[in-house]
């Protein structure tokens, strides 16, 4: 009898514990549904998040849409930047050249040193 007793019990406490995280899973998947449709119903704005200074809400100025593009005719571009662009002298990006100038690294090797004994298969080196 007292065998049967606690078999009873044990059930009853993986009942208790089934039905526990079965309504958990309930609440959370009514929490998720009802974040879901609360997050649809707020109204999207294209206002700033921080105040810009000076700037009314009343002030008359719409943003444009990012869609919107202005291209000017292609007759009425100048073609003077075009043409400085195209006899400018760019030097080529020396990055040595550039460590030296920029953060004083100087006389830096431009290729490694090669080393001592040519390496073997399954040769085993130390590196510091």
Request: proline share 9%; with cysteine.
């Amino acid at each position: 009898m007292e065998e049967k007793k606690s078999n009873n019990t044990v059930l009853i406490v993986v009942g208790i514990v089934v039905l526990i995280c079965a309504i958990c899973a309930i609440v959370i998947g009514l929490g998720g549904y009802a974040f879901y449709e609360f997050s649809k119903s707020l109204p999207t704005t294209s206002a700033p998040l921080l105040p810009i200074e000076g700037l009314t809400p009343d002030a008359g100025i719409t943003p444009a849409s990012p869609s919107e593009l202005f291209r000017p005719p292609s007759n009425t571009i100048s073609t003077e930047t075009v043409k400085i662009l195209s006899q400018a002298i760019v030097p080529e990006n020396d990055v040595y050249e550039l460590a030296c100038r920029l953060q004083n690294i100087c006389d830096v090797p431009k290729t490694l040193s090669a080393p001592a004994a040519p390496l073997t298969v399954g040769m085993k080196q130390k590196f510091w």
